[in-house]
C-alpha cells in the first residue's frame, strides 16, 4: 500500500547469472556450470510489521534454491 493505492509493484526483466557449485541443485541448469537465465525483478512495499511474512512467503513460493532478495526502509519526510 502507497498511500490509498494497493497491490503497487515495479517489475523489470533482466538476465541473472549463477554458477552452482558442487553440492547444489539449481531448479535451472547444471551444478558446475555457469547460466544464464530470463529473469524479472519485482520490487513491492511491504509495511514494517509484516516484512518477516513476506520473506517466508518469497521463499516458500519461491523455485530457487537460494532466491536473493534486499529489503530496504522507506522514510516518510
Known amino acids: 500500500r ?4 494497493e497491490r503497487c ?3 523489470a526483466a533482466g538476465t541473472g547469472t549463477f554458477y552452482g557449485s558442487e553440492g ?5 541448469g547444471e551444478s558446475g ?6 529473469e524479472l525483478r519485482v520490487e513491492t512495499v511491504v509495511p514494517e510489521a ?3 511474512d513476506a520473506i517466508v ?5 519461491h523455485p ?10 522507506l522514510l516518510d519526510q
Open 33 to 38: 556450470r555457469e547460466e544464464r537465465v530470463a
Open 64 to 73: 530457487y534454491e537460494e532466491p536473493a532478495y534486499d529489503v530496504y526502509p
Open 2 to 5: 502507497i498511500g490509498e493505492y
Open 9 to 11: 509493484s515495479w517489475y
Open 57 to 61: 512467503a518469497l521463499l516458500l513460493a
Open 24 to 28: 547444489t541443485a539449481p531448479a535451472l
Open 50 to 52: 509484516r516484512i518477516r
